[in-house]
């Protein structure tokens, strides 16, 4: 599909993705191949942050379903974004790429506290800011993490990369015919409770006309065609 050209960005990183082929954790191949296709946007002339997840660690969700308080379960997911953080990170820094984490958690042995104002100036110098430890609080996930902070760093666009290649009208995970849309508005995301990203986020995007664009960063070259405009994706919009 086409999509417009977009100049800064927020870049969802699916915690899933960063699994590579395994069933947890970090796989430092595909930090690197992430990492790679994001430095070629940045070459491309796009101003990008990340918001990192952190499904292939820890969900809060699922710990308390396994028995853990739910905000204390929520705090170890949000923990587990920061190691994702700094894998990618490690990775971008690897080939050259100025970069810094800000973690809406302090944790200053480790890297700067979430300060807007100073995130918006090292994106202004080219660093690629690695947003960690989503919105700092729990019941919450790095979706909404991601919408909030495309909002305060005036993002044109929300890149959610995922293991899907697009909103689909039941999850594609269990419905193996459901169809994928090229184009859809947030409110029939919101009314159809299409639940590829959260309510919240949706919400929160359609609320400040942040385009999101969901696609699958899994397969290699995946980020570069979409960051150029092309390939296989859904833009979700408020409609025109
Ligand atoms: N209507 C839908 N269209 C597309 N995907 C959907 C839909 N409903 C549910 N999904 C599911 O949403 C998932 C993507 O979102 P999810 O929040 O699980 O992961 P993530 O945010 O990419 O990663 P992580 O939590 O690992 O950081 C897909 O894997 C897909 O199975
Ligand atoms: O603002 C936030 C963001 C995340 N969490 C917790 O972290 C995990 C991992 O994030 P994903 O979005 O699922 O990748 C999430 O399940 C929450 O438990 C949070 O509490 N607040």
């Known amino acids: 599909m086409n999509l417009p050209r977009f100049n800064r960005i927020l870049l969802k990183l699916s915690g899933e993705v960063l699994m590579g082929q395994g069933q947890f954790g970090i796989d430092p191949a595909t930090c690197d191949r992430v990492a ?11 101003e990008l942050c990340l918001v990192v997840g952190g499904g ?19 705090y170890m997911g949000m923990l587990a974004t920061v190691m994702n953080a700094l894998a990618v990170q490690n990775a971008l820094e690897r080939i050259g790429v100025e970069t810094r984490v ?17 995130a918006v100036r ?8 690695i947003f960690a430890a989503g919105t700092g609080n729990p019941f919450f996930t ?5 919408a909030l902070r495309a909002a305060e760093m005036g993002c044109d666009a929300l890149f959610k990369g995922t293991s899907v290649d697009g909103v689909y009208d039941a999850d594609p995970k269990k419905v193996p015919d459901a169809k994928r849309y ?6 029939r995301v919101l009314a159809d409770d299409l639940r590829v990203m959260d309510a919240s986020a949706v919400a929160l995007c359609r609320d400040n006309n942040i385009p999101i664009v969901v696609f699958n ?24």
């Open 122 to 129: 090292h994106m202004e110098k080219g660093r690629i800011v």
């Open 36 to 46: 790679s296709e994001i430095a070629a946007a940045k070459e491309a002339g796009h």
């Open 56 to 74: 292939n660690i820890f969900r809060g969700l699922a710990g308390a379903a396994k028995g853990f308080d739910r905000a204390n379960a929520d």
């Open 217 to 240: 960063i899994r397969g290699e070259g995946a980020l570069t065609s979409v960051m150029e405009g092309k390939g296989v994706a859904t833009i979700v919009q408020n409609a025109v």
């Open 142 to 146: 790095t979706d909404t993490a991601a």
């Open 182 to 187: 090229d184009t859809l508005s947030f409110s």
């Open 102 to 118: 800000q973690s809406a958690i302090p944790m200053s042995s480790i890297c700067e506290p979430y300060i807007r104002r100073r």
